[in-house]
């Protein structure tokens, strides 16, 4: 039987993060309450120390410096520190043709938790296989997961609107290969009653198998081909990048990659009092400047905030169990 | 109209430090007393805590190991922690073609103030426009501005003199292109009857622009070609290196680079006992090494350590206002 | 005269670390009496703070994740931070052409200690010789030494045995080039009546001079060819690496890498209850993962450990003298 990582269920101390899978409503809920506090201790400007004399090793196997530097500033403000470990697979014993077990179990050694990113699928989860003493976090394993990117996703929808059923949400995009709205989308699928419409070039719609899929999870899909029938009030917007990376050919990338933008114009047609504006950033043109300073527009702000009070709450959690 | 950072006027809490020009001699003389006074402390042995709880961004686009060195010293002196984010134009959101506004913006969210370090002038300039809640330090950008570097050579003469004017100093090196050599022109012309003898070969002149330009903000300004016409007994010497970077072809730079070099009979026949030799480092071969035991050298000991107090009184006061 | 590194003799403030023969065996017994406190700490749980306060630069011209983790996480784990410059070479200052010693000087001003990392044999040396203010410890520079690297070598057989004399060991692999061998060799030489066997495949077997070497400092060495000929029950095994980077040929390297390998099979017949099963890492197929379990396979468990807390205590006393 192959390896996997345990269900939270309310008990977050020594355990694994590697898939949203583990977390039920409930242990989101704690998750939450505990973000939630983290935010207000910082508001407050008190220094928190609840990490005072713990290490956490980030172990980067692919550059991504904003996640980077979100994990590495969890940590600190919780009066922890971190030893980045950047590219092994270059630096040395790795290139020397280390197995990641091996790696994994030398820096357990150092620290008292791990969080690690890797390019690869199912990278987190070998690791955390292999870790005998200290939590293993993953921080994104290619079109694997990232669950901390949904928590803070589902966490600053929670805040704005008190909850996480009864949603009317729109996601727009790569809906094909985007990871962060294939995760999205189950962590909306654990609570009832949610509608998403679907807007997308047709090249990358969400494939037959996972509409199907996330439609028997529960969660109600509206596929759309225009702006135009964009539903007017929607609680949250998500909209996403083209990844160029993903695609086959350049051409194909400069023909899709602005075909939705939203404009001003767009927010005062469609979007309500109470929507929500968020994007998993990079953006690269396809939110129009402008509408940064709306207060709707929570992708500079605190979209960005949540992920750290959730990795904070996060770290927290699995290293001293509150 | 175009953002300029604000006068410090006295007030450093929540100011970006961009650029010298922001600096009167009463906000010089405030940083100066308090860099005095980390100077001691460090002596004492005794930790300060003052960035207690406070994480600082060190984001740097091109890689200065002295610089970066000096600033995360400078934070974690104080108590405080960095979370160290480089070259992210190779590594990550950057390269997937995010705005510098983007990544300020994402950044500051983690943090108390913000470094920055980019190989094109202006750039500090647009990330302290960008940022909405911390301060930004601007660590050198390109042929821009170096500002700390500035403070921290005027600090070391005043340390030493007792005074900011009434100074003779020699610049000697590639005054048409070096930045730290403009910055100190434009610093010392900030007091009154200072006197500066150049020396450059003359293809490596300052330009007769800014040799105006400086000569009307009141720095009398004497231009000599040969080491023979050196000053007797100056308060300082400020050698520079021959940037080969800077130079259009290699062969001119191996013709020019070492003109003028500071030897042991050079001091022995033109430095005067309270004359201190300056070089902001690092060097290639324009100071014999014999002269490094000479009390009198303070390129590698207090020119270096008021670098680390410097930037320790300006974090301070940006970020605590004290 | 050249520059040689003071003997410790029981005094290690302020005392650079660059080889193994500045120490007596009464210096690593207060060593490795410290480190032993060090582990009670840690086990403990409660945060020593000894280094508070202090920093420690990690100047790495070379990369090494392990020693760097390593190096990183025993000043952390003490309570003080790390400035981190990675391939300064290549990024900055010193690619203008700037000396060792003139990097070594400004990094000093900055901090309490610096651990050099450097390819080339003789480098630490040099640094400990253009230091002023602060202690260099060598974190391996080539083929030179690695001082620590058999101190935890040395920690880990002290641990288990409670001694370093009479003790009959084996050693394994390249021989001929394997530098933890050679220090390991060295620092059992220390002590009285230490046999070691010796096995690796013809062509790296160790140099007709430094058989004649190490036997004329005391060790009683015995050369075997086949696995067959492993004594019983000897008191530790210590398996290396055919370092592929160091073979002529890769075709010679196919050929010699995995000649020799620690089964479950050759375990259960060649060692005994009390023999430990010891390698410096990284392996890449020397020793078979299913012995990993093995109580006795300390490899990846107190021999890593034992790195650290080797680190630690000897951070402590250099920095603070205790």
Redesign the interface.
Known sequence: MSFEPQKINGKFKGKDIISLDQFSPKDIDILFRLARKMKVIAANG??SRVL????V?LIFYE????T???F??SV??L?G?T???LN?Q?????S???TL??TI???E???DAIVIRHPVAGTAKIAAEAAKFVPILNAGDGIGEHPTQTLLDLCTINEKHGRLNKLTGVMVGDLLNGRTVHSLLKGLSLYKNNTVYLLSPKELKLSKEDFRDYSLRGVKLIEISKQEELPKNADFWYWT?V???RLKSLENYESLKNRFIVTKNLVNQKAGKNTIIMHP????GEID?IVDSDPRAVY??SQ??N??YIRMALLSLVITGK
């Open positions: 008190k220094p005072d004399g713990k290490i090793t550059p991504s410096s904003r980077f530097g979100s590495g500033a600190k403000q009066g520190q030893v980045d470990i092994p270059v630096f040395s014993s790795v020397k043709g280390e077990e091996d179990r030398v820096f050694a150092y620290c990048r990844q160029k990376e950033l990079p953006r690269v400047p500079l702000s960005v905030r992920g750290m």
